[in-house]
């Protein structure tokens, strides 16, 4: 099992810059990948950013060159978003994708809230 905690998340205005971080417990040594999603009202939960354990990264299209995501350690991957745009607000939850055998499990965080707005 694996345990996510978000925390970053809040009131920005446009323009502006946050950082997200999710921090891993439990059975992190078969974490495969970390990533970042984001849902907003009345939308589908989409892809923001992902990164494997050899550190290759993904993002949307809508993102990049805006975010970036880290992987500060085996057990913490933060999210650098800047010049921040109202279509950013969601709700941003962070994935780990554990591999066992052939078996892959996905973990979900409790998800954290970005609002963008002047």
């Known amino acids: 099992q694996v345990q996510l905690v978000e925390s970053g998340g809040g009131l920005v205005q446009p323009g502006g810059s946050l950082r997200l971080s999710c921090a891993a417990s439990g059975s992190i040594f078969s974490i495969n990948a970390m990533g970042w999603y984001r849902q907003a009202p009345g939308k589908e939960r989409e892809l923001v950013a992902s990164?494997?354990?050899?550190?290759?990264t993904n993002y949307a299209d809508s993102v990049k060159g805006r975010f970036t995501i880290s992987r500060d350690n085996a057990k913490k991957v933060s999210l650098q978003m800047n010049s921040l745009k109202p279509e950013d607000t969601a709700v941003y939850y962070c994935?780990?994708?554990?591999?066992?055998?052939?078996?892959?499990?996905?973990?979900w965080g409790q998800g954290t809230q970005v609002t963008v707005s002047s």
């Open positions: 994935l780990a994708k554990r591999v066992v055998l052939t078996t892959v499990y996905d973990y």
């Open positions: 990164i494997t354990s050899g550190s290759n």
